[in-house]
């Protein structure tokens, strides 16, 4: 079995991708701090597969120790870089520690990569690193704009490190992952969102409202230019989200002479509004939910939604959930996890 190893694989998408990496055959192991995972993920995953994955906690911006994981894991053929500081509002407080930490990490990953002969590599990227977009949906050659936070810059800046890494060492391939919205669960409910810290994104903040934990939810904004006058995103299904990494492996070892670095877009390519996302959730689960309209929330862009075609031709990835399913799926979680 090829070894793979997961940075970040106690975290929200990590976890998911360990999932459907072993249900296609890949061996798997994990560098997680628990900075931001409480490592019952690993729990989750074992029940799910019936196989224990085994997690090292270690700083990955300490490469001593860093390096210590791969000389104990001779022979991994590829790495999935997750692990990275993800709060855009955090980011836009705490700059430095974003800056330090989300690029130290991944330069110690890509040293040892080149060091210990590991030929493929994916990267978690975000669709923030097109900023406010002026062209809709937005392909994987929309130029880079203004970067909204330093969360996003950390992503910008990441690709064009890897960009000119891959360029400069023959011997590692790379695929950048731009993810979209990611939401939703297993269907097992026994993996799904639990960040450390309160819960920002759209989703997360449904079902706790939902189910109690908040009296009330705000909608940021009913006033944009847009169908219903809510920001419009590009929902995505962890578990496709999840199965967009196995295909980008599966994809650059069938094609050793493959590009040194290739970028997709991990969308569903069309947009859904918050308010069109809240009435799904009703709808979906039967709940009624206490929201309110309040001001727009600084560092949102408009709309942004994807141009898929690129990953449907490249590696055969074509989204299988929409919102309704991802609603559904997000309920189960949170309903098992507040028992
Ligand atoms: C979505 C929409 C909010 C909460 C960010 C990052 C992206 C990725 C996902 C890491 C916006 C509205 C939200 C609420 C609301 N991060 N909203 N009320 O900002 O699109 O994307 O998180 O992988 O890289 O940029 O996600 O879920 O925070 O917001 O109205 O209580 O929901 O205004 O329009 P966002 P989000």
């Not at 030929?119 to 669709?127: G, L, Q, T, V």
């Not at 949906?137 to 810059?153: G, I, K, L, M």
């Not at 910008?156 to 960009?163: A, C, D, L, R």
């Not at 069109?276 to 206490?290: D, P, W």
Request: hydrophobic fraction near 40%.
């Amino acid at each position: 079995m090829k070894k793979v190893l997961v940075t970040g694989g106690c975290g929200y998408i990590g976890s998911h991708t360990m999932v459907d990496l072993m249900d296609n055959g890949f061996e798997v192991l994990s560098i997680d701090n628990l900075s931001n995972a409480d490592g019952s993920a690993l729990a989750g995953i074992r029940k799910i597969t019936g196989q224990r994955v085994r997690n090292y906690k270690v700083n990955l911006c300490d490469l001593k120790k860093t390096r210590q994981v791969f000389e104990k894991n001779p022979g991994i053929s590829g790495i999935i870089h997750f692990a990275a500081l993800k709060s855009v509002e955090e980011s836009v407080f705490e700059p430095l520690r974003y800056f330090h930490n989300n690029n130290e990490s991944l330069l110690n990953v890509l040293a040892c990569a080149q060091e210990f002969g590991v030929p493929d590599f994916i990267f978690s990227s975000s669709c923030s690193v097109y900023g406010n977009a002026t062209e809709l949906p937005v392909t994987e050659n929309t130029p880079f704009r203004e970067a909204e936070s330093p969360y996003a810059r950390t992503k910008q800046m990441g690709e064009k490190i890897i960009g000119d890494f891959t360029k400069a060492a023959p011997t590692v391939k790379a695929m950048l992952l731009r993810y979209f919205n990611p939401a939703g669960a297993h269907p097992s409910a026994l993996i799904g969102e639990s960040p450390r810290t309160k819960a920002s994104n759209l989703v997360p903040v449904i079902t706790e409202t939902a189910i109690g934990k908040r009296a009330s939810m705000t909608v940021f904004g009913s006033d944009y230019d847009t169908r219903d006058g809510s920001c419009v995103r590009d929902f995505i299904h962890v578990m496709d989200l999840a199965n967009a990494h196995t295909k980008c492996l599966q994809f650059l070892m069938a094609n050793p002479q493959a590009v040194p670095c290739e970028v997709l877009n991990a969308g569903i390519g069309s947009g859904v509004t918050v308010l069109e996302a809240i009435h799904a959730f009703e709808k979906v689960t039967g709940q009624r939910l206490n929201y309110q309209i309040g001001p727009r929330r600084a560092g949102d862009v408009v709309a942004i939604y994807a141009n898929a075609e690129k990953a449907a031709r490249l590696i055969g990835w074509a989204p299988q959930r929409g919102i309704e399913e991802i609603m559904r799926s997000a309920w189960e979680w949170e309903q098992r996890r507040s028992r």
